[in-house]
């Protein structure tokens, strides 16, 4: 599939950006190289696939957010005093 300079300036306004003559042609030809390679992929036969749903089982880890008791290796609580705002040992933020 080819990318007419009209196209690619278009693509070009929606973006935003401005491109020199040379640019339109380069990325004209990047473009349908890129339509090219995904209409290959779209003539794969996938009738006998199963749909994946994600790759990898990730699992979000997430622990408690609070400090252990006696634990202030870096004098947290002299930076927590200091602090505009705090409350309970804690900074509070906007």
Not at 23 to 30: R, T
């Amino acid at each position: 599939m080819s990318i007419t300079k009209k196209e690619v300036e278009h693509i070009a306004r929606l973006a935003r950006i401005e491109l020199t003559e040379v640019e339109k042609e380069k990325f004209g030809n990047d473009l349908s190289g890129i339509l090219d390679f995904v209409n290959k992929l779209n003539e794969a036969d996938t009738e006998n696939v199963a749909p994946l749903a994600g790759g990898a089982e990730l699992k979000n880890v997430m622990r408690k957010d609070a400090r252990e008791a006696g634990h202030d290796p870096i004098g947290a609580a002299k930076l927590v005093k200091v602090a505009p705002e705090h409350e309970n040992g804690f900074v509070k933020v906007k």
